[in-house]
Nanobody, 119 residues
Framework: QLVESGGGWVQAGGSLRLSCAASGRASSLVMGWFRQAPGKERNFVARIGWSGGNKVYADSVKGRFTISSDNARKTVYLQMNSLKPEDTAVYYC???????????????WGQGTQVTVSS
């Protein structure tokens, strides 16, 4: 239902763009991004409404990350600029109720993509 791509390695200050292609029911739901660093909990990064509006960001990424969507391609993007070593994590795409409440039983998760930022 959700397939991420675009992760990789980058030096601090660099940029990466993540993509999340949705299919089936997931393509018509609110979508978002989460991340999980080694030994830490999975944390919210950003979300976007099904119509492309209602964007919400975590304080830690405001002004640096931008979430957007292409409804025709059923894809959500996360443009990450001015990356910092503390942004290093596995980034997960999500759709549905779990985007608002990660403990919800309804929704979908992608397989995750690794982002590594070196200092």
């Amino acid at each position: 239902q959700l397939v991420e791509s675009g992760g990789g390695w980058v030096q601090a200050g660099g940029s990466l763009r993540l993509s999340c292609a949705a299919s089936g029911r997931a393509s018509s739901l609110v979508m978002g991004w989460f991340r999980q660093a080694p030994g830490k909990e999975r944390n919210f990064v950003a979300r976007i409404g099904w119509s492309g509006g209602n964007k919400v960001y975590a304080d830690s990424v405001k002004g640096r990350f931008t979430i957007s969507s292409d409804n025709a391609r059923k894809t959500v993007y996360l443009q990450m600029n001015s990356l910092k070593p503390e942004d290093t994590a596995v980034y997960y795409c999500a759709a549905g109720a779990v985007v608002v409440d990660p403990s919800a039983s309804d929704g979908y998760w992608g397989q995750g993509t690794q982002v590594t930022v070196s200092s």
